[in-house]
């Protein structure tokens, strides 16, 4: 998914670029408020297209949702390459944004719904690790290009900003569509023929694949008697409510856990530990994606292994106290200049992102596709970006003035945060684990008549931990299904 490294190029590269003294000498070396809205235009953009992310995914279908939101973003970094005023770089920036949320809201549930049953945790969760690799990417080309003494220090790594979306919109174009926006549009052949193709080696008589059809064609068919749609649908029902309030919390967390202030601002707390050389904070900045992404390869992993609510509350916990120690070592040394202390700051930043990545990273769209029914999933994934691209507007914007003003007091906002943070994933967030796209309304108390019978017969017939045993029982009746 090139719209997640995208995302993370952006927040990696505006970090970068903090460090190279010519993008500072071509734009006056923002800071505070001129700072905080630069961070914050890209989120702008992304909130300004939410309304249409899912209009678009439901109506056009996964894949050209992907193409057009990727097609804007390169717009968009075409525009900051060629800016040479600091109003028409925050201009392009927020057109990335714009095409980011298009193609995001797409991206996730085109993976989930297109994946293979025993693939679907691992690729889902896989598919957001790439977040690291933009950031990754961008680190090291920001570090690279700062021997270049033009322009080009910085118009290359913005450049190369639009790398992973003309990647996306290529490869995307070699998938399949999403067999159950095609079952949903009463194109249901098409549908059996991707299963056939993609789950069943060709093979049309496979029970895994009738039984997947089976259970896609009655739980779609339910969901269109239903009728009613859009936003407003999440306020109907208290499980629907239930799952608004997780999502919206889901996007607030995943910017407000303290790695928004890392992530964006790393120059700053470098420089407040006493790492301050062009070449120094470059250098760590390509580091920790480094290890971000191996983390999160691990993470992803995990999740095929261990439960949600486990890796919700468990690296919320962690987070707390790698952060809270991070907090106590900026105060020291800013206290004392204590060498020990920036040197235990530093390692407290490693820490406390391998935290985060075992906790929001795999599970930030994985669990959102898990919980949403068809008909809710690509606005329930507008909402959850919605969120999260307004958590990170206000806190870009809000947090380079706080860190001005209160210095690493700042930080103990965070740490009560995140104690918050816990006991809202402890509280409000069912298990998930072993459910399948169409079975996890059980987790919320809802019923399908059908399927649950199906469930008493014979355990999760499509699910992660499902075996080809269990599925034979439900396939009488499949070819009548597609008729």
């Not at 920036?93 to 293979?116: D, N």
């Not at 992973?164 to 098409?190: G, H, N």
């Not at 919700?312 to 020291?332: D, H, N, P, R």
């Not at 029914?373 to 206000?394: E, M, N, Q």
Request: with cysteine; proline share 4%.
């Amino acid at each position: 998914m090139g719209s997640v490294p995208e995302t993370s190029y952006d927040g990696s590269v505006l970090t970068g670029l903090q460090g190279v003294s010519e993008w500072n000498s071509q734009f006056g070396k923002p800071t505070g408020a001129l700072l905080g809205i630069t961070s914050a235009s890209y989120p702008l953009g992304a909130i300004l297209s939410t309304p249409f992310s899912a209009l678009t995914s439901d109506r056009f279908g996964r894949r050209w949702s992907i193409v057009v939101g990727s097609i804007i973003m390169l717009l968009g970094v075409l525009m900051q390459c060629l800016s040479r005023t600091i109003g028409v770089f925050i201009g392009g920036r927020i057109i990335v944004g714009f095409g980011v949320t298009i193609a995001l809201a797409a991206a996730p549930v085109l993976v989930s719904e297109l994946a293979h049953p025993r693939h679907r945790v691992l690729f889902t969760s896989l598919s957001n690790t790439s977040y690291y690799l933009g950031s990754l990417t961008a680190g090291w080309v920001t570090f690279g290009s700062i021997n270049i003494n033009n322009s080009w220090s910085w118009r290359l790594p913005v450049l190369l900003q639009g790398l992973p979306a003309a990647t996306q919109m290529i490869f995307v174009l070699l998938l399949d569509e999403s067999p159950r926006w095609l079952c949903y549009k009463d194109r249901s052949d098409e549908a059996f023929q991707i299963l056939v193709r993609r789950h069943g080696d060709g093979n049309p008589d496979d029970p895994l694949v009738r039984a997947e059809y089976y259970e896609m064609h009655e739980t779609l068919k339910a969901e269109k008697q239903a009728k009613s749609l859009g936003f407003g649908v999440f306020l109907t029902t208290p499980s629907n409510r239930k799952r608004l309030a997780i999502l919206v919390s889901l996007g607030i967390f995943g910017q407000w856990s303290g790695n928004g202030l890392v992530s964006y601002y790393l120059t700053k707390i470098l420089a407040s530990i006493g790492i301050s050389s062009q070449s120094e904070q470059t250098k760590l900045n390509g580091t920790i994606a480094t290890v971000n992404y191996v983390t999160t390869l691990a993470a992803a992993v995990l999740s095929t292994r261990v439960g949600r609510r486990t890796m919700f509350i468990g690296g919320a916990a962690t987070m707390w106290l790698f952060f809270s120690a991070l907090t106590a070592s900026i105060a020291v040394y800013n206290s004392t200049g204590s060498k020990a202390a920036s040197q235990s700051a530093l390692g407290f930043i490693f820490l406390y992102y391998t935290a985060y990545n075992v906790c929001l990273n795999p599970l930030l769209f994985l669990y959102p596709t898990e919980i949403l029914p068809y008909r809710l999933r690509a606005v329930g994934l507008s909402i959850l970006l919605l969120t999260t691209k307004a958590a990170g507007f206000f806190n870009q914007f809000v947090n380079p003035v706080g860190m001005d003003s209160l210095g690493w007091k700042y930080y103990l906002v965070y740490v009560v945060w995140l104690v918050v943070e816990t006991a809202v994933f402890f509280f409000l967030y069912p298990e998930t684990k072993g459910l399948t796209l169409e079975t996890a309304q059980l987790a919320f108390g809802e019923d399908n008549v059908t399927l649950r019978k199906d469930l008493e017969k014979g355990g999760n017939v499509v699910g992660e931990d499902a075996d080809d045993e269990r599925v034979e029982h439900v396939t009488d009746g499949v070819d009548a299904k597609r008729e």
